[in-house]
């Protein structure tokens, strides 16, 4: 049996052994994008909390289920004209690259970085404030009851400053 499921599993990463590469790529720009969130809540003074943690986690894992399941229908379809696992691999990583230099954006306030997001978002950033833009876009958390998008509640700390809560 252990013999069994040695050849098993040696066989399942050879199957997904093409996608080596692009997996690798995904997690450096995920761990990216978690890298310059953490800061950008530290500037913004905002707690670090699991759920936040355990959204990247989720995403991560969406992600790399999503190329995953993309390249083992090609291969079940026999389709070689279009290559669906990079597409996808590509749109990931153009979103995370987005995420990344809005965190930027937010951790240094540079005119470059928010050049960069007003010419990608296009006429969607037509506001004068993108940096508040980005920020309530992060801080929309959608209600698991509603599905609707609510605002972080804010909670007084001890110190008099008030900070939106990551915590429910």
């Known amino acids: 049996m252990r013999e069994f499921l040695l050849k098993l599993g040696l066989a399942i990463v050879a199957y997904f052994s093409p996608l080596y590469e692009m997996y690798v790529v995904l997690?450096?720009?995920?761990?990216?994008?978690l890298i310059t969130g953490i800061i950008a809540s530290e500037r913004r003074g905002i707690p670090r909390s699991s759920r936040r943690l355990r959204k990247s986690i989720t995403k991560l894992v969406a992600y790399l289920l999503a190329m995953t399941l993309s390249f083992s229908a090609e291969h079940a379809f026999k389709v070689e004209w279009f290559v669906a696992h990079r597409a996808i691999g590509a749109l990931i990583c153009a979103v995370e690259m987005l995420s990344i230099l809005e965190n930027m954006a937010v951790i240094t306030g540079h005119p470059v970085f928010l050049k960069i997001i007003k010419w990608i978002r296009g006429k969607a950033s037509d506001k004068n404030n993108v940096i508040y833009e980005i920020i309530?876009?992060?801080?929309?958390v959608v209600d698991p009851?509603?599905?609707?998008?609510?605002?972080m509640?804010?909670?007084?700390?001890?110190?008099?400053?008030?900070?939106?809560?990551?915590?429910?």
């Open 153 to 168: 509640r804010r909670r007084s700390y001890n110190d008099g400053v008030d900070r939106p809560t990551a915590d429910r």
């Open 145 to 151: 009851a509603s599905g609707a998008p609510d605002r």
């Open 136 to 140: 309530s876009e992060k801080n929309a």
């Open 27 to 33: 997690m450096f720009f995920v761990a990216a994008d």
